[in-house]
């Protein structure tokens, strides 16, 4: 795998210095990084290349307005050897990082003084946004040689100063294990592949209604597990769900491969693909079909299965699907079809609307931007070993979309939708209100809040059925607060050091605890209905209760008000006192 990720690897970056003949080889390199892992597109990440004569550990400066980051990249790439790094190389972009952090600006000012004029410019630009708006810094060495542990132990070191400032290195051995994070949709493509036919049948169909062309044939198991072990889980970056792991239905699907081969072809659904590009070789008796960007969007459980099997003799039906993407509306079209296609023939294992919404734009983007402060986000429906195969365990963080839809329904509607079970948030009317196009630093803000409840909701059980009507009240006490940059961010650096910063977040932890107590007087004073006393799983699970409570609490607790603004000011007073 090694060795076929890097010959990958040297292919991506030879198409982009093709796209872009003025990049060197060691420029287009980093463009490559940036365009994987930092930027939203490839003339963003291109734009951002200094590399050069004079460069001072600069390959590439990018500042990221949306995640407030600003990036500063050095590359080193080798394409035959992979030779340790040198200790100087390390050290001098903690340097530079160093000269970027410190108040004073003489360091800087030295530092840059033989640099040539464009990575004058975008270091001094980068500067001013890290001390005049706060935006943080990360700086990352990224070769395709070895660093020493030694070495990066002391790079970082030097920058231990600041909060707001890492270091973050990758070398070739972690470039492998990275390659999906360089999955926006699908990309990077996929190798081309090519599948034998079996037999000679190959049914070939062409709709010139909407331009598509399919092909039908059964292929040998064996050689369709082959695949994705050579490729790995890019397959799928289209599919709607990750690996589900030891399922009742993947264990029985095992167990026909290997105790009833002959069946298999008439047991499973088959393989759905979809395509750049087909193409049909025939050479005497042999029958190969070569494929152009392959996405399984239907079959990845039955696709994992049979190469977990690696030596079998079971026959797999294949469904071919060539879309063109030449034009805009090419891509438009693109889209529908997989979409549909997948919402059509996935019913092996249940679909449900939130895996629906897995390859969501908005989703794709959430997951791009929360990797920038180092959250992972998981988007799609997998087991733990999958999350890890994506790189999830690279980050300090892990969030769910459902997780975060709760959180953000609890503030942005009714809570009462939340108790219609998960589906409901991701159905059209209600997903656009809950998933609005904010920054990746907002979600995260009411995704610690709710973090921050749920915390106390499990200290009493009877907080569970009034946990989302409280959440929505403590956002309508202190959201608009931490609407505010600078409350927001100093928000998020307390709630992710908890022990460090109790006594920070002890106001916000009281607001918390008065208003789930209030929310049991809120029942108690009105669990009778028509006569009938509700019982609090029902009393909570109505319409607009959320304003009810509100209005409750105005009417009738004005002492629980006056606390609430008290712990309120002191919260907002600690977090200006929290250098983000």
């Not at 598509?212 to 064996?222: C, L, P, R, Y």
């Not at 889980?233 to 105790?259: C, H, P, Q, S, W």
Request: proline share 2%.
């Amino acid at each position: 795998m090694n060795k076929d990720f890097f010959n990958d690897l040297k292919k991506d970056v030879l198409e982009i210095k093709d796209r872009h003949p003025h990049l060197s080889l060691d420029n287009a390199f980093v463009a490559w990084f940036l365009r994987a892992f930092v930027t939203v597109t490839e003339d963003d990440a291109v734009s951002s290349i200094k590399g050069g004569a004079k460069d001072k550990s600069t390959d590439g400066v990018y500042i990221d307005n949306t995640a407030r980051l600003v990036f500063i990249i050095q590359g080193k790439y080798h394409q035959q050897s992979e030779p340790l790094t040198g200790r100087s190389d390390v050290l001098a972009l903690a340097d530079l990082g160093r000269a970027m952090m410190l108040e004073k600006k003489e360091t800087f000012d030295l530092l840059i003084k033989k640099a040539n004029s464009s990575v004058s410019h975008a270091l001094t630009e980068a500067r001013n946004v890290i001390h005049k708006k706060g935006f943080g810094l990360v700086v990352q060495f990224v070769t395709t040689g070895k660093i020493s542990s030694t070495h990066l132990e002391e790079a970082e070191q030097r920058l231990d100063d600041w909060d707001n400032c890492r270091y973050d290195a990758y070398t070739k051995a972690d470039l492998l294990k990275l390659m999906q994070d360089y999955l926006e949709g699908a990309a990077p493509p996929t190798p081309t592949i090519t599948i034998p036919v079996s037999g000679t049948e190959v049914f070939n169909r062409y709709d010139k209604t909407i331009g598509v062309s399919s092909w039908i044939f059964s292929a040998s198991g064996k050689q369709v597990g082959d695949i994705f072990n050579d490729i790995g889980i890019r397959l799928f970056a289209r599919n709607i769900r990750g690996y589900l792991g030891n399922t009742e239905i993947n264990k029985v699907m095992r167990k026909t491969i290997e105790d009833e081969p002959e069946y298999f072809w008439y047991y499973n659904n088959g393989i759905t693909i979809t395509c750049d590009r087909v193409k049909q070789i025939n050479k005497g008796t042999s029958n190969v079909v070569q494929i152009t960007n392959a996405q399984i969007i239907n079959g990845q459980q039955t696709t994992r299965t049979l190469a977990q099997v690696r030596d079998n003799d079971a026959e797999v039906l294949i469904k071919l699907i060539e879309i063109s993407r030449k034009t805009d509306q090419d891509h438009k079209k693109f889209g529908h079809v997989v979409s549909s296609i997948v919402s059509a023939t996935n019913w092996q294992n249940a679909i449900s609307q939130a895996d629906l919404k897995s390859n969501d734009p908005e989703q794709v983007r959430i997951e791009k931007e929360m990797k920038k402060l180092n959250y992972f986000y998981i988007r799609k429906r997998m087991n733990k070993s999958e999350v890890a195969k994506y790189g999830g365990d690279r980050y300090s963080f892990k969030i769910n979309k459902e997780e975060l839809a709760r959180t953000m329904a609890a503030i942005k509607v009714d809570p009462y939708e939340i108790r219609l079970g998960k589906d409901r948030l991701f159905e059209d009317d209600i997903y656009s209100e809950i998933f609005d196009g904010r920054s990746a630093a907002e979600y995260l803000t009411a995704y610690w809040l709710g973090r921050n409840m749920n915390y106390w909701v499990k200290t009493n059980n009877r907080y569970s059925y009034s946990k989302w009507i409280v959440l929505n009240q403590i956002w309508f006490i202190v959201g608009s607060d931490l609407k505010k940059v600078a409350a927001r961010e100093s928000f998020r650096k307390i709630s992710e050091r908890p022990n460090k910063y109790a006594k920070e977040l002890k106001p916000l932890d009281e607001i918390v605890k008065l208003t789930l107590k209030m929310s049991l007087k809120f029942y108690s004073d009105n669990k009778k209905m028509d006569g009938k006393l509700q019982e609090p799983i029902d009393f909570f699970k109505h319409v607009k209760y959320h304003l009810f409570f509100r209005q409750y609490i105005k009417q009738k607790h004005k002492g629980y008000l006056a606390k609430v603004e008290n712990l309120k000011r002191k919260f907002l007073g600690n977090l200006e006192e929290v250098e983000y």
